[in-house]
């Protein structure tokens, strides 16, 4: 399952509650203000570097050049592009965006 | 990995849908659009479950009266839903605690899972959608 | 792969309209089907032909109507959320259509895929 991310991790507890029901081998992409969690020195970073451990965890590389964060983003978390997104939503039988 | 359901003898397919809620009621509108949602998903015979979450689980508190607010009352469509044979609700049970809320606060049966629960049966769904 | 769409905010004020349009252009591109692209919440207000944005910035309705005549995309209007939002026929912009909620499920029945975006 793809989980979407697409707010700040600093506005709501929508990754707090994301990482709670998440399975094993689910996939985690961050779009939009939620690519803030994907990176470093943020105090969300530890929760996200733990998650990488059980999930696969993708940030939107646009949205992360907008906001002039891609030089920070946490290592283990993979960058792609609308087409990876694309690819992601097509290899994953169902997607949750977490609104 | 989710099933489809057979189709009932050649007739449409049968999807599971997830109907997510994770907003409170009145203060933005997606609780009561969100519902009318799950009524439509019900007409078209669909394996239908409701799940709120966080704020989600304060659309099904008791009491609700909104004429101070001049706003329509809609909670008493949550109790409507049986009759469309939506009966698959489930609260988040953390979300609960952490509201201090218990199942006789609700004004509907639902079921309370954990997350690892819930977890589980949002990989079992074909659709979800969230308000 | 056929891809049904729900967009759930309007233009500009969240970017859950540009997300999904830089999605359905990822797609297209692919080689995707797009099933349909529904508009709730909102979303209605995407529809919209009288928006006037900056001319140095996206036009996020002009926008959509060029993907839907380009390559046919279904886009559709949630007749009781537009009707609550004033969004209209004789307002709609090209390539829109207003239509009932039962659309976003039989998209959702008929596509492989479902995307929301939303806030």
């Known amino acids: 399952m793809l989980h979407i991310i697409n707010k700040s991790p600093f506005e709501t507890n929508t990754l707090d509650t994301c990482l709670r029901m998440a399975q094993p081998g689910h996939a985690l992409l961050l779009i939009e203000d939620g690519v803030y969690a994907a990176t470093k020195g943020s105090a969300a970073e530890e929760r996200v570097r733990e998650a990488c451990t059980t999930l696969k965890v993708y940030a939107l590389q646009p949205d992360m050049d907008a906001r002039g964060v891609t030089g920070k983003v946490i290592d283990g978390v993979t960058l792609v592009d609308y087409g990876g997104f694309v690819d992601l939503a097509e290899q994953h039988d169902t997607s949750h965006s977490w609104l | 990995m989710s099933e489809q359901q057979p189709s009932p003898a050649g007739g449409p397919k049968v999807k599971k849908f997830m109907i997510v809620n994770r907003k409170a009621p009145y203060g933005t509108i997606y609780a009561l659009e969100s519902l009318e949602v799950v009524l439509i998903a019900a007409t078209f015979d669909q394996d239908v479950s409701l799940v709120f979450i966080d704020d989600g689980v304060y659309e099904l508190v008791k009491g609700q009266q909104t004429k101070g607010i001049g706003v329509k009352n809609f909670s008493p469509s949550y109790r409507a839903l049986e009759d469309y044979d939506v009966e698959k609700l489930y609260v988040d049970r953390a979300s609960m605690d952490q509201r201090g809320l218990t199942e006789s606060d609700l004004l509907v049966p639902v079921a309370v899972l954990d997350a690892q629960q819930m977890g589980q049966l949002m990989a079992q769904q074909d659709v979800i959608l969230s308000f | ?119």
């Not at chain 3, 559709?76 to 207003?98: H, S």
């Open chain 3, 1 to 119: 792969m056929k891809f049904g769409l729900l967009v759930s905010e309007g233009p500009y004020t969240h970017q859950a309209s540009d997300s999904a349009y830089q999605f359905v252009v990822a797609a297209l591109a692919k080689g995707h089907e797009i099933q349909r692209v529904f508009f709730y919440h909102d979303g209605v207000n995407n529809a919209t032909r009288l928006t006037e944005p900056p001319q140095d910035d996206r036009h996020v309705v002009n926008r959509w109507s060029a993907l839907a005549a380009a390559n046919k995309v279904d886009l559709v209007v949630c007749v009781a959320a537009a009707l609550r939002r004033g969004i209209k026929e004789e307002v709609l912009a090209p390539g829109f259509r207003i239509s009932g909620l039962g659309q976003l499920i039989d998209s959702a029945i008929k596509a492989d895929r479902v995307v929301v975006f939303g806030d």
